[in-house]
């Protein structure tokens, strides 16, 4: 397993954007694949974006296609989700997970097939 440690959340309105940052500690961070997933008050967990452990394959929610984009650093070992034109809906705590892949294009969208996660970071967008 490697340690993800979550960071940019904040409030934002309506039409703004942020980056959240997921940092990773281990050595094999360079072959998990990442997602990232959110969670909103009264609802279960759901996808959001995914990255491929060669960062060349993504894979989006409907809801945020067009307007977040994942990405990752390899050298700086974090994963990263630029959130564009927010919405309040976009309201929730987002989590990173992380998954070892043994395939360089392979991206996963399923919360149950991650094994690391971070702890969250809240993310509140005012109308």
């Known amino acids: 397993q490697v340690q993800l440690v979550e960071s940019g959340g904040g409030l934002v309105q309506a039409g703004g954007s942020l980056r959240l940052s997921c940092a990773a500690s281990?050595?094999?961070?360079?072959?998990?694949?990442m997602g990232w997933f959110r969670q909103a008050p009264g609802k279960e967990r759901e996808f959001v974006a995914a990255?491929?452990?060669?960062?060349?394959?993504?894979y989006y929610a409907d809801s945020v296609k067009g307007r977040f984009t994942i990405s990752r650093n390899k050298a700086k070992n974090t994963v990263y989700l630029q959130m564009n034109s927010l919405k309040s809906e976009d309201t929730a705590v987002y989590y990173c997970?992380?998954?070892?892949?043994?395939?360089?294009?392979?991206?996963?969208?399923?919360?149950?097939?991650?094994?690391?996660w971070g702890q969250g970071t809240q993310v509140t967008v005012s109308s």
């Open positions: 997970a992380g998954k070892p892949a043994y395939s360089g294009s392979r991206w996963y969208t399923g919360a149950n097939e991650y094994d690391s």
């Open positions: 281990g050595r094999t961070f360079s072959t998990y694949a």
């Open positions: 990255i491929s452990w060669s960062g060349g394959s993504t």
